[in-house]
């Protein structure tokens, strides 16, 4: 039998000015199952609550419904007092008689009954509480972190710097990502490898980083503290060991006229290959799809040559599995092929060039050692135009957003441009200056004031060759939309940022969600911008969506404090108000017929399966199951359940419609 | 004869409606005493015969509100509840139920005067229609022939 406490709380005269809390305290008193009640000036205050402490001890209180302001104001307060007197503190509801009633209403008999009704109403509501326990999940303290561009690089170093294990997974033969490839960076015009490198060089010889380059995360299992991840390490073909990092395998190489990746198809490298001089780990791997041993069975040159005996032509794929507590997605970004855009000649014209080249061509360790040199002829050009919104902001295209980045860096080509061309002239083509962050604008003005590039605010048409020429041409929508015609002599668009084309297919693996661009989404726009809503995962970088450096960087940080705060503690500790799939006695076990409708409605993926056997192992019965460490108690599977196998604890089918009774019959 | 003061119960989310009609108190905002809230999690966790129970107990409408599309705590409940409406309302007319008595709204936690209104004008809207009765007609149609 329950024994129920209700305590009206008068706050001062926030209630007690329009409802007549002594009278509601009594009523409640004489209902079925209560106790005791009672009415006080302010029931939040030390002795308002050591009145509640005092009723549950001596009363020996079953339930306790306190009647006051909103449970989003004090509800933890009030069950606190609960579990300090001795009762669980999920025996305790709020009837929220401030906010909801003596706030809104005038003083008369009506606002008074509608109190007695929200108390009477969560009186049973708690008479069908059962007592909750903190979910507890021991915790794995090593953080996996995919992608080994600035935002892996920086979360790593945050989360091993804390004290923790990482583990850092890379696709490519070399951490580094897009930021390694770069020239200067706006707004400072630093130079993008002297910042990155000492951080890279951090990265390999930090004692609590395990650096896996040439691997990608082939499955995802588990949930928040406890994944379990296998990372299959491509064949580098090469014992990492023995490999001195000496070079000569990759000076011997008679396969040499392959596009180098690093340098966007600007440059050449060789079979086996180290994608750029500040590689790390500086070791080479071989590329087995244009290497002449694995593809006609004939070479080995590079196992001739090398001095410590290195190479391993039957080395293979090799799958670890390795348990860790938090993952950081940091997989970046792609650029968009403008070969999508025949009407700007990518492709077709040698010198029409994406921003990224542009990089490689102005970056000191590029193909033509930093000078502008264009592809066709190597000569310096003399008249350069810039395309901004290269697919970005072009719904037309499929990329309706816009990419952030382009404005600033194609400011930084032309910058670039006109202080390595001092008789150069630089055009660009744009839709808007989006220029906002610290020292942006300025550096825009810059651009613009006092390195006399031309901003013509329009798109361009059409980009076609005559004479040696490329001819821009394009519209000048602050001229009265004059046609605009330039004869350059290259062209460099700024084409837009996209999501990495395994980025789908990864977000499935790891069960994160992914907006319709395929860049991962994150758990709320504005409050959680790190997380996914797969607790446990975190998002850094570009992956999320288009970011310049100081911002990844940031939110890079922002993934790795996320992980570490998780790993602060040895176990995990959450709320039970989550749902749980009935059990009960044999022949029946669970009334879950095994529809899994929950599943499909849980935007958690926190439903998986159950098998219930038998003692000779045989299979009776297959139901869901929710995995505690998932759930965030929405109750969507609750309402979805054909059977009514699936509850949320605190808000059980059997409690809403004790709500819904008691709220109805004020007869 | 005193007017006819309709019962109607109030289904909302904790994290919007529920927030936004805490605002409404703080910042004052009077409303008709008729509405009465019971608190979800989630307008996804709103199981629909709910609503059918209310109208059996004695209810006279119904608001159901969430979170704006886009904002759900939990990223898709609303979305769930509002495909549920959807099919739900479509049967109403079959169950005999004017589907002018449930409201169902978006109410963000910054909107606690777009609560009042919600409040008010379903109160006027139930007031016009006049107290649910059809359900007591098919109680005593089945009680009758319980009886034969």
């Known amino acids: ?75 933890p307060t009030f069950r606190k007092a609960c579990q300090e007197a001795g009762l669980n503190p999920f025996m305790c509801e709020m009837a929220n008689l401030r906010e909801h009633c003596s706030w809104v209403h005038d003083k008369n008999e009506a606002t008074t009954q509608k109190a007695i009704d929200l108390v009477r109403t969560l009186v049973e509501k708690v008479k069908l509480n059962k007592p909750l326990y903190s979910i507890k999940v021991p915790v794995t303290k090593t953080a996996l972190v995919i992608g080994g561009g600035i935002a892996g690089i920086q979360a790593s170093l945050d989360i091993a710097n804390a004290g923790h294990q990482v583990i850092l997974v890379e696709k490519d033969p070399s951490i580094g990502g897009h930021m390694s490839q770069l020239s200067e960076t706006f707004p400072t015009l630093d130079c993008s490898q002297c910042i990155l490198t000492p951080r890279m060089v951090e990265v390999a010889q930090h004692p609590n980083i395990k650096l896996l380059t040439y691997a990608e995360l082939e499955k995802l299992e588990g949930s928040i503290g406890n994944f379990k991840a296998t990372i299959r390490k491509k064949a580098k073909s090469i014992d990492e060991n023995l490999c001195n990092g000496c070079g000569t395998c990759t000076t011997k190489c008679p396969t040499k006229k392959i596009p180098s990746e690093f340098n966007t198809g600007l440059g050449t490298r060789t079979a086996i290959y180290v994608p750029f001089p500040q590689a790390v780990p500086n070791k080479p791997v071989i590329d087995k799809e244009n290497c002449s041993y694995y593809q006609k069975g004939k070479c080995k040159v590079c196992e001739k040559v090398c001095p410590t005996g290195a190479i391993r032509f039957d080395q293979e794929d090799e799958l670890v599995e390795i348990e860790v507590g938090a993952v950081v997605i940091a997989t970046g970004f792609n650029i968009m092929q403008p070969s999508e855009f025949p009407e700007y000649g990518y492709g077709k014209y040698k010198d029409v060039i994406t921003g990224l080249q542009f990089e490689r061509l102005a970056s000191a360790s590029g193909p033509t050692l930093g000078e502008i040199r264009r592809p066709s002829d190597g000569k310096i050009p003399e008249k350069i135009v810039f395309v901004a919104c290269a697919g970005s902001r072009d719904p037309a295209k499929g990329i309706p957003y816009c990419s952030k980045i382009c404005c600033m860096y194609t400011a930084k080509h032309a910058m670039l441009y006109q202080h390595k061309v001092h008789h150069g002239k630089s055009y660009i083509f744009y839709m ?22 031309n901003y013509i605010r329009g798109r361009v048409s059409k980009i076609y060759e005559e004479n040696g020429k490329l001819i821009v041409r394009g519209v000048d929508t602050l001229l009265n939309a004059k046609p605009v015609e330039i004869e350059a002599d290259m062209v460099v668009l700024a084409s837009a940022a996209i999501a990495n084309p395994g980025a789908e297919e990864l977000a499935q693996k790891m069960h994160v969600s992914y907006d319709s661009y395929h860049f991962f989404s994150e758990a709320h726009p504005k409050l959680k911008p790190v997380e996914t809503n797969t607790a446990g995962i975190f998002l850094a970088g570009a992956c999320q969506a288009p970011k310049d450096i100081p911002e990844t960087v940031s939110q890079a940080s922002g993934a790795a404090s996320k992980a570490i705060i998780l790993f602060s503690k040895d176990e995990l500790s959450r709320d039970p108000l989550i749902a749980v799939v009935n059990r009960s006695p044999a022949p029946v076990f669970s009334t879950c017929v095994g529809c899994f409708m929950c599943a499909s409605a849980c935007p958690y993926q926190a439903i998986g399966e159950e098998l219930i056997t038998n003692r000779q192992g045989k299979v009776i019965k297959k139901v869901a199951k929710v995995n505690p460490g998932l759930c965030q108690g929405c109750g969507t599977c609750v309402a979805f359940c054909r059977s009514k196998s699936i509850d949320i604890q605190g808000y059980s089918n059997e409690q809403m419609c004790a709500e819904v009774v008691a709220l109805l019959n004020n007869d | 004869m005193t007017e006819f003061e309709p019962k109607i119960i109030a289904f909302v989310c904790n994290w919007c409606t529920y927030a936004g009609a805490d605002l409404t108190g703080t910042s004052r905002i009077k409303y008709a005493q008729n509405v009465k809230i019971v608190r979800f999690p989630c307008t996804g966790r709103i199981d629909f015969m709910l609503l059918l129970k209310s109208f059996g107990e004695g209810a006279d409408g119904i608001i159901v509100s969430g979170c704006h599309p886009n904002d759900c705590h939990y990223t898709s409940g609303n979305f769930h509840a509002r495909r549920r409406w959807i099919m739900f309302r479509g049967l109403l007319d079959m169950l005999g139920i004017d589907v002018r008595r449930i409201q169902y709204s978006w109410v963000s936690a910054a909107e606690g005067a777009k609560w009042a209104d919600i409040v008010n004008s379903t109160v006027n809207t139930i007031r016009e229609l006049g107290p649910y009765t059809e359900y007591e007609k098919v109680a005593g149609y089945l009680e009758k022939e319980a009886k034969q």
């Open chain 1, 1 to 75: 039998m329950s024994k129920i406490g209700v305590f009206i709380c008068h706050c001062g005269e926030n209630i007690n000015a329009t409802v007549d809390c002594a009278r509601v305290a009594k009523t409640a008193g004489e209902l079925e199952g209560v106790e005791y009640s009672i009415d006080y000036k302010y029931m939040c205050s030390d002795p308002g609550q050591t009145l509640i402490k005092q009723a549950i001890k001596e009363k020996g209180l079953t339930g306790v419904v306190v009647g006051s302001c909103s449970p989003r104001m004090h509800e």
């Open chain 1, 432 to 453: 808007d200056i989006r220029a906002a962050g610290k020292n942006y604008e300025e550096f825009v003005r810059r651009a613009i004031v006092d390195d006399e590039v």
